[in-house]
């Protein structure tokens, strides 16, 4: 179906975004003459609200900064409260459209990003039941459902931007209790990864020429409650492992993903002297990766070898403090500025990423609603 785009009031009041003689986000709203989004880029995250779920969109600048454009409506409703995901906003590889999980309603939203902000192209269901993550390759697009024991689901993304459901695209995970995290394709979209943090699993799925993925292939994670994670170079998995959030106790793993669907691990369960960490992003130039600990308010950088080898930046595991209970991280094009939701707080944090790996804070941005999910930067 396609749904009228609707651009929420200017107040934004229905999403608790205070604004008073400009938005009270730490950076002013954007001046009439600059309205829309810059070529130098821009940062998205979502409302998650159980009133109806929005996408706020930030204008980026040359040097990293945030200025805050519009809110735009998704067509569905979220929940209002933390997912446990990763990946429940996320743009394509074009830059062109933007998916968004509508965890409230069932469905998953598809907008077209364009110089002057947003576009609400299509919304459909999602197969499942309580969307978290989404993940794109070509025209192929797959969600993952939390729902019950979870499953994933496939779509098509036509030309002009609508979602279709594939006939017969939908899987189980491992069993029961999965509490899945993240879906993501393989860099060649070759393979499907899904994390469950309840079985501490990582399933995989190969993807036939038609689209389908095949039965789940379940391995064992080599630390506990596997969540966040990111491919690197030559297919190079990284996971971050919270251990059910004791403290100091998260880790990160990586894996060798084979062309059958099978994992073979590299680095086993690296300690990080950190808590609960969740998220994790990988730079594009496959040098480093930074998981956000939502338990000791802070960033541990890695630096990833080419045989995928993984080892700390800072002996101590803590490269950067982020706000209060960070979650969602993203990176821009070209992985220069890196981006952090704190969902204990309401902000995004920003970084300047150095050569060498380090990260130098930038000027944020505050006043997000509660329950505020997903990143996705360009």
């Known amino acids: 179906m396609q749904p009228t785009r609707h651009t929420l009031l200017s107040t934004l009041a229905v999403i608790g975004l205070a604004i008073v003689g400009g938005l009270a986000l730490g950076a002013s709203a954007a001046p009439a003459e600059a309205r829309g989004l810059a070529a130098t880029g821009a940062v998205f995250t979502t409302t998650n609200s159980a009133d109806g779920n929005a996408v ?3 204008r980026r600048s040359a040097r990293g900064g945030l200025t805050f454009l519009d809110a735009y409506d998704t067509g569905g409703t979220g929940t209002g409260a933390g997912l446990g995901n990763q990946g429940g906003l996320v743009l394509d590889t074009s830059g062109n459209h933007l998916f968004a999980v509508n965890a ?20 459909e269901g999602s197969g499942g039941t309580l969307p ?83 039965d789940p292939i ?57 808590t609960a960490a969740c998220w994790l992003v990988v730079t594009g130039n496959g040098r480093y990766a930074y998981t956000t600990n939502t338990g000791s308010d802070s ?18 595991g803590f490269t950067a403090q ?41 000027a944020g941005v505050d006043g997000l609603p509660a329950g505020a999910n997903g990143l996705a930067a360009k």
Request: hydrophobic fraction near 40%.
């Open 56 to 58: 706020l969109a930030f």
């Open 299 to 316: 960033i541990t950088g890695l630096a990833l070898a080419r045989n995928g080898v993984v080892s700390l930046l800072d002996v101590d």
């Open 104 to 123: 409230g309603s069932d469905s998953l939203s598809v907008l077209a990003v364009g110089p002057k902000g947003l576009r609400l192209l299509d919304v």
């Open 132 to 214: 978290i993550s989404v993940t794109t390759y070509g025209d192929l697009v797959y969600v993952l459902n939390a729902g019950g024991d979870g499953n994933i689901s496939g779509l098509r993304l036509a030309a002009d931007g609508s979602l279709t459901l594939i006939a017969g695209s939908t899987r189980p995970l491992s069993g029961s209790g999965t509490a899945p995290a993240q879906i993501s394709f393989s860099p060649d979209g070759q393979a499907l990864v899904v994390t469950e943090k309840g079985t501490n699993s990582l399933v995989t799925y190969v993807v036939g020429d038609d689209g389908l993925a095949s």
């Open 218 to 274: 379940v391995t064992a994670s080599e630390g506990d409650t596997p969540f966040g994670f990111a491919f690197g170079h030559r297919a190079r998995l990284f996971v971050s492992e919270a251990f059910g959030g004791a403290f100091e106790a998260s880790a990160v793993s990586s894996y060798d993903l084979r062309r059958d669907g099978s994992l073979e691990p590299i680095t086993p369960s690296l300690p990080t002297t950190e």
């Open 322 to 362: 982020a706000g209060d209970a960070p979650i969602d991280a993203a990176f821009s094009r070209n992985s220069r500025f890196l981006y952090v939701l704190n969902s204990g707080d309401g902000s995004l944090s920003a970084y300047s990423v150095r050569a060498d790996g380090g990260l130098v804070d930038l």
